[in-house]
């Protein structure tokens, strides 16, 4: 079985400034990985997924996420954020080879200030 | 085109009636999942469609809820005597089976409060 932590559960920061949303996984099998986001009042939508080869993975709206195995880590950043920006991030995992059902952690709600 | 659709939006019942959610997938797509979302929590599987069979009903909480889908495309969550911890925001996904991953594609979620 697998689990996802998320270890902020909200993360404040200024317009412009860099953010760093931490998600740690734990499973005995290999895993794919992902970050989805969740705006107000709308549905999941992925903002990136780690499937294989390079650690580091690039998505939308300038978000990125690398991959640390031996830390099982895969940290969402992004340079410089923007009001837009403020949300809920949800890690999550499913096993390779498996049905793909997903488990996500607790969720990390990110606030953008002015 | 069309995305995953949930009817209704939001439901409101009493503690021990039945009600009955409804997923329309997107086209196509042979896998269907259904998640819940409580207050302040990530969602948590219930249950996985490979075409019209249950793959996996390991998330099922007991035996109050059943989920359909007879005929491989829209999928009805059903919960009997609902208690008022069923609470929750009830997520629709779907996928194809194309190849060794595919995308979930989520709908907007059906809102159930049980006073």
């Known amino acids: 079985a697998q689990s996802v932590t998320q270890l902020d559960s909200q993360v404040p920061v200024f317009e412009e400034a860099p953010v760093e949303l931490r998600c740690n996984y734990s499973?005995?099998?290999?895993?794919?990985l992902f970050w989805y986001v969740q705006y107000p009042n709308q549905g999941l939508q992925l903002l990136l997924k780690y499937l294989s080869g390079s650690t580091l993975v690039k998505g939308i709206n300038g978000f990125e996420a690398e991959f640390n195995k031996s830390q099982t880590s895969f940290h969402l950043r992004k340079p410089s954020v923007h009001i837009s920006d403020t949300a809920e991030y949800f890690c999550?995992?499913?096993?390779?080879?498996?049905?793909?059902?997903?488990?996500f952690g607790k969720g990390t709600k990110l606030t953008v200030n002015p | 085109g069309a995305g995953v659709s949930q009817t209704p939006s939001n439901k409101v019942t009493e503690k021990g009636k039945y009600v009955e959610l409804r997923c329309d997938p997107i086209s196509g797509h042979t896998a269907l999942y259904w998640y819940r979302q409580s207050l302040g929590q990530g969602p948590e599987f219930l249950i996985y469609?490979?075409?019209?069979?249950?793959?996996?009903d390991s998330g099922l909480p007991n035996d109050r809820f059943f989920a359909v889908r007879p005929e491989g495309s829209v999928s009805t969550l059903k919960i009997q005597r609902t208690e008022r911890g069923d609470s929750a925001v009830y997520l629709c996904a779907s996928s194809s089976s194309r190849g060794s991953y595919n995308e979930q594609f989520f709908g907007p979620g059906t809102r159930l409060t049980v006073l």
């Open positions: 469609f490979q075409g019209t069979g249950a793959a996996d």
């Open positions: 999550a995992v499913s096993d390779q080879g498996g049905s793909e059902k997903l488990v």
């Open positions: 499973s005995s099998v290999s895993v794919y």
